[in-house]
């Protein structure tokens, strides 16, 4: 399964970004989907997920403006980003929760697509 991230570039403040995640199959027992980001010099951080029964989740610094959303039919994830802030400037990677046998999961990653904010 390849995970192919999409959308990132550069906005001023208070504008909006679209960010995609196509899977390459559909994955089997996928649990969820979503975004995490990193910043240089800073951790990387969880900031959107989309579970396969619709439930979405956020991180507390992207609530109100960050709508998660997906279409199965095209095993796609994506990050409609709102009002966007100089600290929301990361590299953005979408990854793929399966559970495998076991009861353990596996983590699928794409690859990072920069966003740059400037103010």
């Known amino acids: 399964v390849q995970l192919q991230a999409s959308g990132g570039g550069s906005v001023q403040t208070g504008g909006s970004l679209r960010l995609s995640c196509a899977a390459s199959?559909?994955?089997?027992?996928?649990?969820?989907m979503g975004w995490w980001r990193q910043a240089p010099g800073k951790q990387r951080e969880l900031v959107a997920t989309?579970?396969?029964?619709?439930?979405?989740n956020y991180a507390d610094s992207v609530k109100g403006r960050f709508i998660i959303s997906g279409d199965n039919s095209k095993n796609t994830v994506y990050l409609q980003m709102n009002n966007l802030k100089p600290e929301d400037a990361a590299v953005y990677y979408c990854?793929?929760?399966?559970?495998?046998?076991?009861?353990?999961?596996?983590?699928?990653w794409g690859q990072g697509t920069l966003v740059t904010v400037s103010s």
């Open positions: 199959m559909k994955i089997p027992a996928r649990n969820a």
């Open positions: 989309l579970t396969t029964s619709g439930t979405a």
């Open positions: 990854y793929a929760e399966a559970q495998i046998a076991g009861g353990l999961v596996n983590n699928y």
